[in-house]
């Protein structure tokens, strides 16, 4: 089981960008997925999340990013997705995904993705 973020890249203070986030592996059922950022000299901090449940998906936002950020998934794909709107140069950082995925074979366990840098210019 791997996951794999992508979609960062350099953008100017306004801009917008997407983030995808793939799980691969046979058998995966996606249960939780994040996103977590890490600017230069600060701690990791988590993004946006989304949950499924059988009541309906729930999502939550750091309150930095309430308004622009919206954190969709397509369990069909594995995927997740952060979509970044109205972009401030306090976005800067590098972002991570992280999953709870279930597997017969492993149960429901936590797995990190590489970091995708973006970078917002003013």
């Known amino acids: 089981v791997q996951l794999q973020a992508s979609g960062g890249g350099l953008v100017q203070v306004g801009g917008t960008l997407r983030l995808s986030c793939a799980a691969s592996g046979s058998s995966v059922i996606v249960n939780v997925m994040e996103w977590y950022r890490q600017a230069p000299g600060e701690q990791r901090e988590l993004v946006a999340s989304?949950?499924?449940?059988?009541?309906?998906?729930?999502?939550n936002y750091a309150d930095s990013v309430k308004g622009r950020f919206t954190i969709t998934r397509d369990d069909d794909k594995k995927m997740a997705y952060l979509q970044m709107n109205a972009l401030e140069s306090d976005d800067t950082a590098v972002y991570y995904c992280?999953?709870?995925?279930?597997?017969?074979?492993?149960?429901?366990?936590?797995?990190w993705g590489q970091g995708t840098l973006v970078t917002v210019s003013s």
């Open positions: 992280r999953a709870n995925l279930y597997t017969p074979s492993t149960g429901s366990q936590w797995y």
């Open positions: 989304s949950w499924r449940r059988t009541s309906g998906d729930t999502t």
